[in-house]
C-alpha cells in the first residue's frame, strides 16, 4: 500500500460467526447468571475479601509452602492420573496439617469415622450378596 492513497471506499466489517465452544461457553455463562449474581450479593465473598486484605500474621507464608508443595506434588506424580490426584493432595495434606494441626486432627477423625461408616456398608453390602447365592 501506498503511503498517500486512500483505502477502498467499500470496505465493511464482517463478524466471524460463532464456533460451538462459544455458543456452550455463553449458554453456561448465561444459566449461571442468577447464581453469580446471587453470590455476589451474599455475605462470603465480602468477609472473604476483607480477610485477604487484613489476613493473620504469617498467613501468605503458609499459603505459599502449602501452593508450593502442590507444585512439587505434580512435579513427582508423572504418568499415572491418579498420582497426579493423590501426591499433589497428599501434600497440600501434609504442609496444611504441619501449619494447622488441630484443625488436621478434627478432619482426620471426621474422615476414620467416614471411612469406617462406609468400609462396614461395603461388608454388609458383600456378606448379602454373598448370603444370597
Known sequence: ??????????????????TQLEEGVSHL??????????????????????????PPAG?????GVIGFAGI??????RGSKIKKLVYPAGLMSIGASMYYPQQAAAIAKVAGTQLYDWSLQGYIAVESIWKDN
Do not use: I, K
Not at 500500500?1 to 460463532?18: D, G, H
Not at 442468577?34 to 480477610?51: C, H, I, Q
Not at 512439587?72 to 506424580?77: C, E, I, M, S, T
Open 1 to 18: 500500500l501506498s503511503l498517500y492513497s486512500s483505502p477502498a471506499r467499500e470496505t465493511r466489517y464482517v463478524e466471524n460467526p460463532q
Open 29 to 54: 455463562r448465561h444459566a449461571m447468571e442468577p447464581y453469580t449474581t446471587w453470590s455476589l450479593r451474599s455475605d462470603f465473598f465480602s468477609e472473604g475479601f476483607d480477610f485477604l486484605q487484613n
Open 59 to 63: 498467613f501468605y507464608p503458609r499459603l
Open 72 to 77: 512439587v506434588g505434580l512435579f513427582l506424580a
